[in-house]
């Protein structure tokens, strides 16, 4: 069988892909032209303008009105998961506010919690029961005010109800360590298992993504004490914003 050739946009996307990535056209240059692709590649003008839009989509270039397409600048942050709730590192103890440090950058977030309860799924990766009362709290953060993750996550109120930590951003410690440390329960586990999905409209709007092809990284990540689970986050992030960095000692 002959082999599937692809659309002539999708290779003329990732020639630019790769001449971006390899440093070719940096950060702030203009890309070529619709114009230029087409007398470069021999196609049409819509075929250049697909190629373009593949690029867009991706995040990698931003048009500039009646100048342009550019490589944008990204400055992403990096999600270092190894020791990421040391209780002996300096500094703020919310993870998301060291990732944005270690950024050069300033991070903020914005958030609201309510009593819930607790549906089929979050009851299973709490080991719950279905039903059972839990503390949800939606966060959006952003990085020099501009959006870059969100999540959710839910708490037992049979562990945190009636403590200090009840209400996660109101007490004096923040992030999850920290703060069930405050109450004598010692986390001594972190579980993350990693997807990629289409966004949805909400996180579209809520994260300032592109309507067309966004893909957001997923975070299922659960903090659990001597095997129980004591905490379970959904937490996603654009593919373009965050990068995940792994370390982990080898025995």
């Known amino acids: 069988m002959p082999c599937p050739t692809y659309p002539r946009y999708l290779r003329i996307a990732g020639d630019l892909r790769g001449r ?21 590649y021999g196609v049409s003008r819509t075929v250049a303008k697909y190629a373009i839009g593949v690029l867009k989509d991706e995040g990698l270039v931003e048009g500039r009105r009646g100048s342009g397409v550019y490589v944008r600048k990204i400055r992403r942050l990096t999600r270092e998961s190894h020791g990421r709730e040391m209780r002996v590192q300096p500094g703020p103890t919310s993870p998301f506010a060291r990732d944005a440090a270690r950024a050069g950058t300033h991070g903020s977030w914005e958030h609201t919690s309510e009593h819930a309860v607790a549906s089929f799924d979050v009851a299973r990766r709490l080991a719950i029961e279905p039903g059972d009362p839990v503390m949800r709290t939606r966060y959006r953060f952003l990085a020099e005010g501009a959006p870059i993750q969100m999540s ?6 049979a562990l945190t109800g009636g403590t200090p930590v009840e209400w996660p951003e109101e007490g004096a410690a923040v992030g999850v360590v920290s703060r069930f440390d405050v109450i004598g329960i010692r986390i001594d586990e972190c579980v993350e298992r990693v997807t990629a999905r289409s966004a949805h409209p909400v996180e579209i ?15 299922e990540r659960t903090y659990l004490v001597a095997g ?5 986050a959904d937490i996603v992030f654009p593919g373009d914003r965050y990068e995940l960095m792994y370390r982990y000692p080898i025995d």
């Open 20 to 40: 971006i990535l390899d440093g070719d056209i940096p950060p702030g240059a203009r890309v070529p032209t619709e114009t230029q692709l087409m007398a470069e």
């Open 152 to 157: 959710t996550s839910w708490e037992p109120l």
């Open 205 to 219: 709007e809520a994260l300032d993504l592109s309507l067309r092809g966004a893909y957001l990284l997923v975070i």
């Open 228 to 232: 129980r689970p004591a905490e379970t």
